[in-house]
């Protein structure tokens, strides 16, 4: 897969006028599933809310309209994602039970937890990438640091002071916090919680001082203030957040760190599932309310193939294995 671009609102707009083709091939395929009146059930590992959810129920959307039946979004959190997982990879494998798979579950709990009772590459089959999300670095207002060399500088005279949260275990914001501190030498200690909502809840009221999440949980709080912007955890800064520095900007090149969401379905769905649920949701992802709300928020659609979302995946093993390993991750 060729290394990801910020697209601009316009360009992902006119991609909008190709998502009647793919829909038609959609439709064109495999006509005896989904059966009329029967319900997809797509289970998104974490509370409602978070960026996981805002994506998994915006693409879901437009697959219902696509498929012509209803995808319902089924919140299952807790536990790093892996009773979601299990879950789906005992599910029986007939398109009916799908799961939103995202950086920690794919590409980190394989290294993190010694037995979680699946495979992530046995039990499951890729389906497509739904999209990149850039990672946003955020502190309360309260926090005596205005840039991320003055938080790093702070915490380091202050080992103690700063707790940050995220929405669960080998949750996107967690590795991004301990990549971070892995990057940067700063203190702060982990408090994971059960979703974006309830963390993001503790975090506006100053019980907690950091946060790492991804620009449809953030870019709104960040824009009126009520969360001070540290730094982007992309290449280059965002069209929507022109005034936050990226971290490699901020004295530490090379960095990079992108929150990411796809989907899987059970190891032996029938191939030509996969391919018609690749295409339906490529057809999503390229639908005017999608395209334009992810522009906003300066995501990266994806709907390749199932086998250039697999090459992802194992791309992203190979480079979070190391990082686990050098961070010292674990599942707290």
Request: some cysteine.
């Amino acid at each position: 897969m060729t290394e990801p671009h910020y697209l601009t609102r316009r360009t992902l707009l006119a991609a909008g006028a190709a998502a009647a083709l793919p829909a038609t091939v959609v439709h064109a395929q495999n006509a005896a599933w989904p059966s009329k009146g029967r319900t997809v059930r797509f289970i998104v590992p974490f509370v409602p809310g978070g960026t996981s959810d805002i994506v998994g129920r915006a693409v879901t959307h437009e697959l219902t309209r696509i498929l012509g039946t209803t995808v319902m979004v089924d919140n299952k959190a807790g536990g790093g994602g892996i009773p979601a997982m299990l879950e789906t990879a005992r599910a029986p494998a007939d398109g009916y039970t799908l799961i939103q798979g995202h950086v920690g579950s794919l590409a980190v709990n394989p290294f993190i937890y010694n037995n979680p009772g699946y495979d992530v590459n046995k039990d499951f089959v890729p389906v497509t990438l739904f999209v990149k999300v850039p990672s946003l670095f955020v502190a309360h207002p309260s926090v005596p640091a205005n840039n991320l060399q003055e938080l790093v500088e702070y915490s380091k005279k202050n080992p103690t002071e700063l707790n940050y949260a995220s929405a669960g275990n080998a949750s996107a914001g967690h590795l991004a916090m301990e990549y971070l501190k892995l990057t940067t030498g700063l203190k702060a200690t982990h408090i994971p919680y059960r979703g974006t909502g309830p963390a993001l809840n503790d975090l506006m009221a100053g019980r907690i001082q950091l946060f790492s999440a991804g620009t449809p949980a953030l870019g709104t709080h960040i824009k009126k203030g009520t969360l001070r912007g540290i730094a982007t955890g992309t290449k280059a800064r965002l069209p929507s957040l022109p005034q936050m520095p990226t971290v490699a900007e901020s004295g530490y090149p090379g960095f990079e760190s992108v929150q990411w969401y796809g989907m899987l379905a059970p190891a032996g769905t029938p191939p030509d599932v996969v391919k018609r649920l690749q295409l339906a949701c490529a057809a999503a992802l390229k639908s005017p309310a999608v395209a334009e709300r992810f522009a906003h928020e300066d995501a990266v659609p994806g709907g390749e193939t199932p086998e250039q979302f697999a090459a992802f995946i194992a791309s992203e093993q190979k480079r979070w294995k190391d990082i686990v390993a050098k961070a010292g991750i674990r599942a707290d």
